[in-house]
């Protein structure tokens, strides 16, 4: 963790970690009095932390119990997606070839989903392909870009928790993740970003499905 963020910011990528792992859940209650024990932080450090939180889509506060961990709306689907769209696509289309360092960092995620699946873990094979993806923007080697898409996956695995059979949910990505791995392996980004675009396209209609009730 970088010595130049404040405690407070410290405290919120930790708590966005926890998110991200499926740890915190949507309509999960953030206890103040339990996050001050747990941080050994000042309460005015823990409210800014879930201030940082709420600012980025991933708390609110509701009246008589709190902050807690927000249900992401229909609406906000769309817009997420055209955030990934613009940031994987174009994270692809100007990259350069793979170093060793980014190949290992993207294989050893998809290494972590094929576990996951073994063990029928599809709440760690959905946080270890949102860290795959996560590799995917890192290619344009920008840390704002960075901060802000792990802000983005944060959103999205709160999407990903309104499945109701999480197994069918999560296990069409691993093959076609790994497929857009061999393709950037080899350097060829034109099927690359065309496999991208189509996984999008179809993680997006899954993501809306699971707000289309009967």
Known sequence: MSLSLSLADQIARELRADIIGGRLLPGMALVEVDL???YNASRNTIREALHR????????????KGVMVRRVEREEVRDLFVVRRTLELQAIARSSPLTPPQSERMQSAIEAITLARDREDWRAV???SLVFHQQIVGLMRSPLFDEFFAQVIAQLRLVFCAAPD?????????????????LLAN???LAAGEAMSVYL????????ALFTFP
């Open 36 to 38: 001050v024990k747990g």
């Open 187 to 189: 350097n060829n980004k």
């Open 126 to 128: 959905a946080t270890h």
């Open 53 to 64: 939180l709420g600012q980025e889509g991933l708390t609110r506060y509701v009246r008589n």
């Open 201 to 208: 396209d179809d993680s997006e209609r899954q993501s809306l």
């Open 166 to 182: 999480e197994q069918r949910f999560q296990s069409p990505w691993l093959e076609r993740d790994l497929e857009i791995h061999t």
